[in-house]
């Protein structure tokens, strides 16, 4: 298992010289966090969203299945550090397929169907940077839009850094002089607020070598670079050839997970994914599932391959988990983009709105290979 984690400090420091953690911020600019609170109940949901279009958002449909019937607070988190802003989702907004059953979505009485694989488990927000409400906050609480947007500004908090420091060094001079004239009380008060004005410039100093990445994560929310959906509608069982990424966001830390074998195709066009687990949890659910593919060791534009879904051997049916039993108990599900599903689905939607996603067929990448025996890869180990 390889796990590459990148926290915000780390692509601020390397992110101009060093080409992997520039590639790292390629996919942390296209993944998010995504949080809400149904009514009546105090927990917070955590989940991932992947920007695939302007105004589009892709996640779990079990991520936000519970606001389908009841009341929702939704904030998708568009920059994170010392200062935060988040996009206010409305209800009205979340579109999940009719084929998607759970308890949130059914009748009262009527239990989902166990025992078939997830392959609609995705669904679809709508974002539209000039008609959203956003929330700006800061370590203290929420602030007001133009607080926020000062985060953003490295010049100003140099600035104000370069004036407390003065203002310390010239207090400091001034409480030497009372003091040398054998005034104590009013020197020792000096050295106070000159100690205190450098404990602002250290707070200043930190807020300007947070502000390039909290500017490039606001830039990339409202200018977003996107990746192409990658479509494979063939019925027989393959396997992507290149290693795939699974990045995540989670309260302000970036990681990408990478995997260490290659995935198998469950076919019969409903576009499901398995893999062998290497680290994805809970807090994956609803990311993007990326295909980063080199040509002559020159990377290409990486494309989307699916949406996480589930994570558990038991989620299986029952056949299903027989026969991949060597993957062992740490696995997990994602849905591709099939046009008979979750393409399908997605181009419905986006239909009402005039939009188009960017969809590439998947074999066009060279990416995959036909399994010839129908049994689970010889890579993969008993636990």
């Known amino acids: 298992m390889k796990k590459l984690r990148f926290y915000l400090l780390m692509i601020l420091l390397f992110g101009g010289t060093c080409a992997f953690a520039q590639d790292a911020f390629d996919y942390a600019q ?80 009527v239990q989902p169907k166990r025992g078939e694989l997830p392959a609609w488990d995705m669904a679809l927000i709508y974002f539209n940077t000039r008609q959203a409400q956003y929330a700006y906050y800061d370590a203290y609480g929420k602030v007001k839009e133009k607080d926020f947007l000062l985060s953003l500004d490295k010049a100003f908090w140099d600035k104000k850094t370069d004036e407390a420091l003065k203002e310390s060094a ?29 404990e602002e410039a250290d707070e200043y100093r930190a807020a300007a070598e947070a502000a390039p990445l909290l500017k490039k994560q606001w830039d990339g929310a409202m200018t977003p670079r996107l990746a192409p959906l990658l479509a494979y509608s063939d019925k027989d069982e393959h396997f992507l050839m290149s290693n795939i990424l699974v990045p995540r966001w989670t309260r302000g830390a970036f990681e990408i997970l990478s995997s260490p074998r290659q995935i198998l195709y469950f076919g019969d066009n409903a576009a ?80 009402e709105y005039r939009d188009t996603p960017n969809v590439q067929p998947l074999e066009s990448y060279g990416q995959l290979k036909e399994v010839v025996k129908k049994a689970a890869p010889k890579t993969a180990k008993k636990k």
């Open 30 to 109: 296209k993944e998010y966090e995504l949080t809400f609170t149904v009514r009546g109940k105090t927990q917070t949901v955590s989940c991932q969203a992947v920007r695939f279009h302007k105004n589009w958002f892709l996640t779990a449909a079990h991520c936000v299945s519970p606001c389908k019937n009841y009341s929702c607070q939704m904030r998708m988190w568009l920059a994170v550090g010392p200062a935060r802003a988040a996009a206010l989702l409305s209800q009205k907004n979340v579109f999940i397929p009719e084929e998607y059953q759970d308890e949130y979505t059914l009748p009262p009485g």
């Open 170 to 198: 010239r207090l400091y001079e001034q409480s030497r002089q009372y003091a040398a004239d054998g005034q104590a009380q009013i020197a020792r008060q000096l050295t106070e607020q000159a100690q205190a004005l450098e």
């Open 272 to 351: 499901p994914w398995l893999s062998a687990g290497f680290g994805v949890e809970k807090g994956n659910s609803g990311g993007g599932v990326f295909l980063p593919v080199y040509n002559g060791g020159k990377k290409r534009a990486s494309g989307l391959v699916g949406i996480v879904s589930a994570k558990s051997l038991n989620q299986l049916p029952e056949a299903a988990r027989k026969r991949y039993a060597l993957y062992g108990s740490e696995i997990f599900l994602f849905n591709g983009f099939s046009e008979s599903t979750t393409l399908g689905f997605i181009r419905r939607v986006l239909t």
